[in-house]
């Protein structure tokens, strides 16, 4: 991570704080939406993904897809239509040329599709141009700090949605 400020940034004092994080982002989500979560490993990314599928009233259990990749969900957005989560966790990838086996481009094309990365910086270069990126940081046993970084204006559209729908006004 550079040391670009954030959009916007949270502590969380617990597990389940965060996944009512993100709850409330997944929310405000729309199809064609990309978020990637950076963190260490155990920091809180299947947390938050486990409320974003929450938000999007997936009814299935979400768990890190470490061995398989990519897991689909499906749900419905903050506007009745129906969504296909792709929780994507990129782990064990060790180059970039083996994110080619698996159509990991797929998933980011289908405009019905709202896709949660895992160890993004496993794309290199094939990072999507425009996302939302959610930094996960160690504070204590328990306690995130949560950093989000807006990459174009749907993302910013996406924040801006998020303060309303978690503080109101």
Known sequence: MNAERPTLDLISHSPQQTRNVGLHLGQVLRPGDVVLLFGEVGSGKTALTQGIAQGLQVSTYVQSPTFTLVVEHEGVDGD???V?????????????????????????DDPSGIVVIEWPERLGVLVPEEHLLMAIDYLADTKRKLRFFSRGDRYEERIRAFRKEVFGG
């Open 80 to 82: 009745g239509n129906p």
């Open 84 to 108: 296909t989560l792709y929780h994507l966790d990129l782990y064990r990838i060790e180059d970039a040329g083996e994110i080619d086996t698996f159509g990991h481009e797929e998933y980011l």
